[in-house]
């Protein structure tokens, strides 16, 4: 399924406050792993990963490289997960066929109040070279995050 325009603007108009939400990105045994932004009634049921090819590929200028579904574990139902790999979710629907980009965006399918989905941007280059504690995360904007505070960006309802 291509990955068109308008998908990309639903999935970066979803992002809930004043300001987008920063994602969390890090490298564990050589697999990154993404910490998204995610409210209390909020559960993760897939992700993918894509790049943007200047208007060729299989939607408007974006190819999908991997997706998957049925989160393995809390944790990865509770938005930290790895991706380009089996690692996190038990269905792969579409395995990732090239070598890792070192530039690429991950979308994240939620379910909770509303089901939707939200993006984040990924530079492995700085990822690689930053150096995290076991609970930090690095943003694209190069600000080291804990998993708390990557939460604590979104506005959630009142329950």
């Given at each position: 399924?291509?990955?068109?325009?308008?998908?990309?603007?639903?999935?970066?108009?979803?992002?809930?406050?004043?300001?987008?939400?920063?994602?969390?990105?890090?490298?564990?045994?050589?697999?990154?792993?993404?910490?998204?932004?995610?409210?209390?009634?909020?559960?993760?049921?897939?992700?993918?990963?894509?790049?943007?090819?200047?208007?060729?590929?299989?939607?408007?200028?974006?190819?999908?490289?991997?997706?998957?579904?049925?989160?393995?574990?809390?944790?990865?139902?509770?938005?930290?997960?790895?991706?380009?790999?089996?690692?996190?979710f038990g269905t792969?629907?579409?395995?990732?066929?090239?070598?890792?980009?070192?530039?690429?965006?991950?979308?994240?399918?939620?379910?909770?109040?509303?089901?939707?989905?939200?993006?984040?941007?990924?530079d492995l280059a700085r990822v690689k070279?930053?150096?995290?504690?076991?609970?930090?995360?690095?943003?694209?904007?190069?600000?080291?995050?804990?998993?708390?505070?990557?939460?604590?960006?979104?506005?959630?309802?009142?329950?």
């Amino acid at each position: 399924m291509p990955i068109t325009a308008g998908a990309l603007v639903v999935l970066s108009s979803c992002q809930q406050g004043p300001q987008p939400s920063s994602w969390g990105f890090r490298l564990e045994g050589g697999a990154v792993t993404v910490a998204a932004p995610l409210c209390p009634s909020e559960t993760v049921v897939g992700a993918e990963t894509y790049i943007s090819v200047d208007g060729e590929g299989d939607g408007d200028g974006f190819t999908r490289l991997w997706r998957a579904s049925d989160p393995r574990s809390s944790e990865a139902v509770a938005g930290v997960f790895f991706v380009n790999t089996g690692k996190s979710f038990g269905t792969i629907e579409k395995p990732l066929s090239v070598t890792q980009p070192k530039k690429f965006y991950v979308a994240v399918r939620y379910a909770g109040d509303a089901d939707f989905s939200r993006s984040g941007y990924v530079d492995l280059a700085r990822v690689k070279s930053a150096e995290l504690t076991d609970d930090e995360f690095l943003t694209y904007e190069g600000k080291v995050m804990t998993r708390e505070e990557i939460n604590a960006q979104r506005t959630c309802p009142k329950t």
